[in-house]
């Protein structure tokens, strides 16, 4: 069976930007209605299946049989540049591009510092940094405040260094190299660049702590390491690449993200003011609702696979798409009502399965702290700008805004 696109559809290439900072664009929510799952052309041109329904996306992200390694022919990269695509498959494969005992055998030693009671011993320290930086923004004379930069990148760029010992004070160059390496609508010499300068840094990173450990996750992963008899600098630097980037990018971003959506529905927000035990499903739901990091679901068939009512041959690639899954209406009735009371934990903003985001609970624990602070302490916070004037990140693989000027 071949579900293929029809009509004004059919000359799509996917993905497509997002238009309105608060909605999908209108073309998913009628691929999904046409089926859960087609056939489209990608902007690089290759074809692949367009994965749109919820359940049939959580089926194919717990399967075996569709691979993450970027390396395999039919591997849906989403770029156009043909050079850009060879080099992205040379590289070697990161923890999210593994499969099966692989990817077991290397998220496994990490696990330890992800679990609810080392994140329980952070909450602490977390609002000691959250706190600082709201002081320094209610101390500052002037206004308006964008809180990207007061706000939402520092606090998630400060806990993933102390968590993987990285130096703070090196957070705006990673941080640089981290946007220019994911916009899209980069030269891809100069993504390739930063990406080559990032690795270079986090290099130099590993050996000084191969050098001189202290406690911190990267140590703990070296010291490991030695105890088994087997020193490997190069997948110790590919975590880490992983681990930094992924640690405060989707988090920074998500917080602006809340905060827009918050101060843009006062209502939804009094709830939360009223009564902060509401805040952990609303931060659920605001992940379901933006869905930020949408196309790192990408997967390849390694074997002939029938699903969702569709045969998909061995080699063909597959993209699930979470913005359009989360926004399913056979899964969350009306969603594109932001319901901060929605029972929404079911969501695929941290993926599914075997690949589902290792740092989930320190990102939800993040925004709990952050939103729950932020209004507590300055209630007459305010959008110093209207949303649709306010520079979001359409041109980036991870979804959020560039500048948040916001005033009290």
């Not at 209605?33 to 749109?52: F, T």
């Not at 692989?102 to 496994?108: G, K, L, V, W």
């Not at 006062?266 to 949408?294: C, G, H, K, N």
Request: net charge negative.
């Amino acid at each position: 069976m071949t579900n293929s696109v029809t009509g004004e559809l059919a000359g799509l290439e996917l993905p497509v930007r997002r238009g309105c900072p608060f909605a999908p664009p209108a073309e998913y929510e009628r691929l999904r209605e046409q089926a859960p799952i087609s056939k489209v052309r990608l902007v690089s041109g290759a074809e692949a299946w367009w994965v749109s329904g919820h359940e049939e996306g959580r089926a194919i992200l717990a399967d075996s049989r569709f691979s993450s390694d970027r390396r395999k022919d039919g591997f849906p990269i989403l770029d156009r540049d043909p050079a850009t695509r060879e080099w992205l498959r040379r590289q070697p494969p990161a923890m999210i591009g593994m499969d099966g005992a692989e990817h077991s055998a290397a998220r496994r030693p990490v696990i330890g510092d992800f679990t609810v009671k080392r994140l329980a011993a952070m909450r602490p320290r977390i609002q000691e940094i959250v706190d600082r930086f709201i002081d320094d923004m209610l101390a500052t004379g002037e206004r308006p405040v964008d809180l990207v930069q007061a706000l939402s990148l520092p606090v998630p760029s400060l806990v993933i260094c102390e968590l993987l010992g990285a130096p703070y004070e090196d957070h705006d160059y990673f941080q640089s190299r981290t946007t220019a390496a994911i916009r899209r609508a980069s030269p891809s010499e100069e993504r390739q660049r930063a990406f080559a300068e990032l690795h270079a840094y986090i290099d130099n990173l590993i050996t000084r702590k191969e050098s001189g450990p202290g406690d911190d996750l990267f140590s703990r992963q070296i010291a490991r390491q030695r105890a088994e008899g087997a020193l490997d600098h190069k997948s110790l630097v590919s975590m880490a690449m992983l681990l930094l980037v992924a640690g405060h990018e989707t988090t920074a971003n998500m917080i602006s993200l809340g905060v827009i959506a918050l101060l843009s529905h006062p209502r939804q927000l009094a709830l939360i003011q009223a009564d902060p035990s509401r805040t952990p499903m609303a931060v659920e739901e605001l992940l379901r609702y933006f869905a930020i990091a949408d196309l790192v679901t990408s997967r390849v068939a390694t074997e002939d696979v029938r699903i969702g009512g569709v045969n998909i041959k061995a080699g063909e690639g597959v993209v699930v798409s979470g913005l359009s899954a989360n926004w399913d209406p056979a899964v969350f009735k009306d969603p594109a009502t932001l319901n901060v009371e929605r029972e929404a934990r079911h969501h695929l903003a941290f993926g599914f399965g075997p690949h589902q985001c290792l740092g989930q609970n320190l990102a939800r624990m993040e925004l709990q702290i952050v939103f729950d602070t932020l209004f507590r302490r300055i209630p007459t916070l305010r959008l110093a700008a209207p949303v649709d004037d306010l520079p979001f990140k359409t041109d980036a693989g991870i979804y959020g805004a560039y500048e948040l000027p916001v005033t009290w």
